[in-house]
């Protein structure tokens, strides 16, 4: 069963298009809960192999809302040893 994923407007202002976040997803090798906040960092890969950041949260019914998605700083590379 395929997970629902809604998108805050944001997510897609670094031009990362809706597929490649969901294929990062599918696809992480990294992920990380925030600090003092319910939103999770994963590194996963586009359908182009460049590794991504994709931002988002979970919600209770499973639901991820994605907020944030880009490729990927150095410092996720670091802490996901990719």
Do not use: K, N
């Given at each position: 069963m395929e997970r629902k994923i809604r998108y805050h407007e944001a997510a897609f202002k670094h031009g990362i298009e809706k597929e490649d976040i969901e294929w990062a997803i599918k696809t992480q090798v990294f992920n990380e809960t925030l600090i003092d906040?319910?939103?999770?960092?994963?590194v996963g890969f586009s359908?182009?192999?460049n590794l991504l950041e994709i931002g988002f949260r979970e919600f209770d019914d499973g639901t991820l809302f994605v907020f944030h998605a880009d490729n990927c700083q150095k410092k996720w590379r670091i802490k996901a040893r990719v």
């Open positions: 906040d319910d939103a999770e960092i994963a359908r182009a192999a």
